[in-house]
DNA sequence: TCACTTTTCTAGACTTTGTCTAACGGTATA
DNA sequence: TATACCGTTAGACAAAGTCTAGAAAAGTGA
């Protein structure tokens, strides 16, 4: 899945044009899952792709892989977004001595009832998130 | 719960030495379950108390009161912190169209089968948050 | 009360993540 | 070749939160 081609495609099928940059962090994410900042990912592609990208354009594309469903933002260090190339259905642990995100083993947390909405508005995401600290 | 007497008991019995600005604050904090950012607090402090408080001594008394469980953090939106008066266990609303945090009706959420902790960190905390927008 | 120590508070400088702007570059179409 | 159009860029900017050094308060013992 990470290779230029079928990166190329992925972008094509979510209706983004597949500029240089683009594909360069899109090589980046999909690699592997994984839980990256903006800030990780912009020094991950100016060391170790060939070519360079601004800050504005990281976070542009970023922004826009999320918005088309690329990625996942996940929020939950008040000091930065991370964005996580797995978008299925999952749960995170997040360590905040140090500040490492790490999945939930699927099926070894149960979330169910799922509640209505409050009138005039739509769900578009659930997290869980369990907080650890190095005991 | 939220005259001058019975604050200063709450902040005592958390270890917590009352200062005018702490009392302050708490009596903005718990006056009733209520999510507000440090900005919204600030505002608080100094238009509806008699006395004034900076913005460090906001942060460091939030800070405090975090750590000594008087209050929760509730990191959903990635421009800041709300503090929330209720520390009881309950989850959330965020509606990314107006930024407002809103409680999950007890019981309308059902959460089992808790993880394990990875080896060598304990829990210190779970959140499930349902992310909403204007329909 | 006084002298001393410790804690808390303050203004403002600073840091960091993220946004905005205005100019520039490449590509496609005619 | 002209002309749009979109994407990219550097760097200025914004906003939340942290840090620092000194001032003020509060506690402690005699």
Redesign the pocket.
Known sequence: MSNRDDIIKKLKSSG??P????IDIAQILFAKPQHL???QILNKVNEESN???????????L?LFAKKGLVKEVIVD????FYDSNVSRHFHFFNTDTGILTDIPDGAINVDHLPESPEGTVSTGLEVIVRIKNS
């Open positions: 983004i044009s500029t240089s940059q683009r900042s903006a800030e070519s360079k990208a601004s800050k504005a354009t990281i976070y542009n594309t922004g008040p000091s930065k977004v």
